[in-house]
């Protein structure tokens, strides 16, 4: 499932590593279903009719990604031929990849075998797909064959994604290694050695083919309580509880109410945040956390479990998938011990396709609704900069600095105009 929201993992209050994030929510009742075939080189592993081949050995290392609106974005090769950025999610639990454009599948001449209805967050229906199978995907230094690829009609409420489709499980047929610090992935036929030695590992149970881990969140005046939670990387905000779950995951007093986009529509949420959230021996305190309720989930609330373990959490460690034993192992890295903060202008942002930063909602009774900030405005310059010189990372940190203005450029109906917003905390 991809979700999320801009909000910072800070260190110390002071310059870090940051990004910015709404994001998608995909992949629920997409099933495998792939047929058999072969992949070139060596072949080492072959699991749900997939077949996967590393080119050298039986590893595929320092395969580079980006992280753009809070996602995982890599780059990689559809039939040896057709390059194409997908967001790597692991709340999309089937194997084969989605394809947001219908011009690619004709691009690839794909033949269709069947339609299908691909499950996702919000509430305005089911997106309708048509299946291909007997794809292949390649990644640098692996290619994957046998693949399905689910095409979205276009017609959807879903739009102008920044990248053209979402892999998930089909990746993690490998052990994969998410290396945030360096930002790169790392493939393995099985876990290294350094890794079992120097990570906590974590048990995960399976829902859909998505992984589940269980932690406990302590609320205030209430008792420390047990959650499963999906481990999606495509969840932005570094918590999530479904409130009808369980009757005491209600929101604090001190809230925020905003919006995201979803395969199937806006997704509404309250923000807040949860005293502790306890995973393993790792422990977070005031912890940012969305709270979605069934409305919000629209078909994906049939994934059940408590919650989401978001993305920006999962950003402070070093990270290794092993579905195959059902083991995950977390080693702190740079990022670990940073504070979680909430964009402090109340601004939830999204990057095109053509790379402009649009203004997808804005938070009630902020510094930017009480500037006349408006969604679809189009960001093109923050503090007299133009847009296309400021990096993601710089872009979210401008927006989490307690006390400072922050002067932003919008284009509204052909028109620019100015606003300076006094940002503060929201929750």
């Known amino acids: 499932m991809c979700f999320g929201q801009c909000t910072r993992a800070e260190r110390s209050r002071k310059d870090g590593d940051v990004h910015r994030g709404p994001s998608i929510e995909s992949g629920v009742g997409a099933g495998a279903g792939i047929s058999q075939g072969q992949g070139p080189q060596r ?5 749900g009719g997939q077949s996967i081949a590393f080119l050298k050995g039986d590893r595929a290392l320092g395969i580079p990604f980006k992280i753009v609106d809070e996602l995982i974005v890599v780059s990689a090769k559809l039939n040896d031929s057709t ?8 709340g999309f639990g089937s194997k084969g990849v989605v394809l947001f454009d219908p011009r690619l599948g004709r691009e690839l001449g794909l033949n269709y075998v069947a339609k299908m209805n691909l499950g996702g967050g919000g509430n305005e229906g089911g997106e309708t797909a048509s299946v291909a199978v007997g794809a292949s995907l390649s990644l640098p230094g692996v290619r994957i064959g046998n693949q399905q690829v689910i095409v979205m009609s276009g017609n959807g409420p879903f739009s102008d994604p920044v990248a053209d489709g979402i892999v998930g499980g089909s990746l993690f047929d490998c052990v994969v290694e998410i290396d945030y610090d360096n930002r790169v992935l790392n493939l393995y036929k099985e876990v290294p050695q350094r890794v079992d030695e120097s990570a906590e590992r974590f048990d995960l149970s399976f829902t859909q083919g998505i992984p589940v881990v269980e932690a406990q969140v302590f609320l205030d005046g209430k008792e420390t309580i047990p959650v499963k939670l999906i481990v999606d990387t495509g969840a932005g905000l570094p918590l999530f509880l479904f409130t009808y779950s369980n009757r005491m995951f209600r929101p604090p007093r001190t ?13 509404a949420y309250v923000a807040g945040r949860v005293p502790v959230l306890r995973l393993g021996k790792f422990m977070f305190r005031g912890i940012v956390t969305a709270f979605l309720d069934e409305k919000a989930m629209g078909s994906a609330v049939i994934l059940g479990q408590n919650g989401f373990l978001g993305h920006e959490t999962l950003q402070l460690f070093r990270v290794v998938f092993d579905y195959s034993k059902a083991h995950m192992f977390l080693r702190p890295n740079t990022r670990y011990g940073t504070d979680f903060d909430f964009n402090m202008a109340g601004l939830v942002l999204k990057t095109k396709r053509d ?8 938070v009630t009774n902020s510094p930017a609704s009480q500037q006349g900030l408006k969604s679809g405005d189009l960001i093109v310059a923050i503090n007299d900069r133009d847009i296309d010189s400021i990096s993601a990372d710089e872009l979210c940190n401008l927006f989490v600095q307690q006390g400072k203005k ?14 300076t917003l006094s940002l503060r905390q929201l929750i």
Do not use: C, H, W, Y
């Open 43 to 47: 072949t080492v592993g072959s699991a």
């Open 83 to 90: 390059p194409v950025d997908l967001f790597l999610d692991t």
């Open 255 to 267: 809230n925020i109410a905003a919006r995201d986009e979803g395969l199937n529509g806006a997704m």
């Open 355 to 362: 790379g402009t930063i649009a203004v997808f909602d804005v």
């Open 406 to 419: 922050v002067k932003l450029t919008v284009e509204r109906d052909s028109q620019r105009l100015d606003f």
